[in-house]
């Protein structure tokens, strides 16, 4: 299988935007996925197929895609939206892959 | 709304089976559309995707656990469960049992459990 690669870290001002990229060979081919994890809690969908939004996850949360890089995008970042954020894909014979996960800090 | 709720031991000796069970309500586990999956978390590290399933029994796991792991399904009971064999202390984490959705391209996971602590030690 193939590897998804994040930045560790992340730190932005409440109010400002966060992006949060993600590398991957497959990426081009197959959809990138975003969870957002808090201490203590599971993951949770926060963006899927590259920049759906699931409902009941806010507006200020989305995705893009270009070549073999996802990229999760917060805009108007908020105090609670600190958290540990993972990307995952798939290979073509169903695989999962997950990227090391990055951790936003709100300053 | 579809819940998951992972039970089982919360401490395994090295070299033995580590046995979960998942148990889905407010949704039918019998649906041909989804599939179930198991993924853990090691404390302070990431995730990693251990296996799925559907009710039709196809499966497919992570080609590093593969060896050791053998995941089933019970639709009597709603649940499916994962058996993880000859454990070592590597193998300590918080399992966590996901609906695993299907797309044109890949797949996500939409529901998941709360997870549960295995923990191996003599």
């Known amino acids: 299988s193939y590897e998804l690669t994040q930045p560790p870290s992340v730190s932005v001002s409440p109010g400002q935007t966060a992006r949060i990229t993600c590398s991957g060979d497959a990426l081009p081919k197959e959809y990138g996925y975003w969870y957002q994890q808090k201490p203590g809690q599971a993951p949770v969908l926060v963006i899927y197929k590259d920049s759906e939004r699931p409902s009941g996850i806010p507006e200020r949360f989305s995705g893009s895609s270009s070549g073999t890089t996802v990229t999760l995008t917060i805009s108007g970042v908020q105090a609670e939206d600190e958290a540990d954020y993972y990307c995952?894909?798939?290979?073509?014979?169903?695989?999962?892959?997950f990227g090391g996960g990055t951790k936003l800090t709100v300053l | 709304q579809v819940q998951l709720q992972e039970s089982g031991p919360g401490l395994v000796k090295p070299s033995q089976t580590v046995s979960l069970t998942c148990i889905v309500s407010?949704?039918?586990?019998?649906?041909?559309?989804?599939?179930w999956s198991w993924i853990r978390q090691p404390a302070g590290k990431g995730l990693e995707w251990i296996g799925r399933i559907n009710t039709s029994g196809s499966s497919n796991y992570n080609p590093s656990l593969k060896s050791r792991v053998t995941i089933s399904v019970d639709t009597s009971k709603s649940q499916f469960s994962l058996q993880l064999r000859s454990v070592t202390a590597a193998d300590t984490a918080v399992y966590y049992c996901?609906?695993?959705?299907?797309?044109?391209?890949?797949?996500?996971?939409?529901?998941w459990g709360q997870g549960a602590l295995v923990t191996v030690s003599s």
């Open positions: 995952q894909s798939a290979d073509s014979n169903g695989i999962v892959v």
């Open positions: 407010g949704g039918s586990i019998s649906s041909d559309f989804y599939f």
């Open positions: 996901a609906r695993d959705v299907p797309d044109s391209s890949g797949w996500h996971f939409d529901y």
